[in-house]
């Protein structure tokens, strides 16, 4: 994990902003636009199965309100269940957009809770990084199948807060605390985020960046959630690099110096 205030560094490019978002489920393109001018996101990864980048010709181009000279598209493969499906929608991806290589490679194993299917995805990112894709991997926040996706050759990886779309914000700090210790590569939250308070958590536990969409494309105002998203993030990292000071169990220490008081 990189020590730098500022910029996010993958496969060899640095973003000034932390937060990724997603594309699906706003009202339609203009309010997709909106929400990512307002959360400053730099890379927005769309699904490859679900939106049109220009596989529909007859059909609006979501690269039309977001176009790859002002945006990081990362195509991802939400809706795939099994290493092949993944695998040829991301190549699908990768020819849409005249060779891009950085991906976000998702495997489901159950479409009740959208859980990661983990064999699967072990398998799809050793073909996909030995095809040159830059992969950015959705897991379960396992440490052990986290290191062996590095191993592989992903350039991030991105373990669950808790299930897509749950908004129940961070289970298991422990474990992503876990993840953030063992790699080397970034450590990004991908899923479970619901309000701003989950975002800053993640960043202070260590997490590199934050991945969303549903918890600002659902919020009752997307666009003033992305600008509080946007923050949060912003304040999380500042606060992880300036460092808490230590919990103490009913040890009172005082905010003014006692000594030296009027009267004393």
């Known amino acids: 994990m990189d020590s730098q205030m500022h910029g996010l560094t993958i496969a060899g ?20 636009r909106a929400a990512i001018d307002a959360s400053g996101a730099e890379i927005v990864t769309v699904a490859i199965r679900r939106v049109n980048i220009g596989q ?12 790859t000279s002002q945006f990081t598209i990362l195509p991802n493969t939400a809706g795939c269940y ?19 290589p950085l991906c976000k490679l998702e495997v489901l194993g159950d479409p009740t809770n959208l859980f990661p299917n983990m ?21 379960s926040d396992d440490p052990i199948q ?5 191993d592989i050759g992903c350039v991030a990886v991105m373990p669950l807060a808790s299930l897509i779309g749950s908004g129940m914000g961070i ?15 970034p450590v990004l939250v991908d899923a479970g985020v619901g309000t701003a308070s989950d ?6 536990l260590g997490c590199d960046g934050v991945l969303m969409n549903t918890a ?16 949060a993030v912003e304040a999380g990292r500042e606060s992880f690099l300036a460092g808490r000071m230590p919990r103490k169990y009913y040890s009172a220490d005082p905010s003014s110096p006692t000594s030296g008081l009027i009267g004393s």
Request: hydrophobic share 45%; with cysteine; glycine share 6%.
């Open 199 to 204: 975002a800053a958590i993640a960043m202070e």
């Open 146 to 150: 986290a290191k062996m996706l590095e």
């Open 82 to 100: 099994t290493a092949e499906d993944a695998i040829r929608t991301l190549r699908l991806g990768r020819e849409l957009l005249d060779g891009h």
């Open 119 to 139: 064999p699967e995805t072990l398998k799809a990112a050793e073909v996909l990084v030995k095809d040159g894709f830059q992969v950015m991997v959705y897991c």
């Open 216 to 231: 600002i494309a659902h919020a009752k105002n997307p666009v003033l959630m992305a600008s509080a998203m946007k923050k």
């Open 171 to 185: 289970v298991n700090p422990w474990n992503l605390r876990l993840c953030i210790e063992a790699l080397k590569v």
């Open 13 to 32: 490019k640095t973003y000034r902003s932390r937060l990724l978002v997603g594309t699906g489920k706003y009202k339609d393109f203009a309010e997709t």
């Open 56 to 67: 529909d010709p007859g059909q609006p181009n979501l690269l039309d309100s977001l176009p």
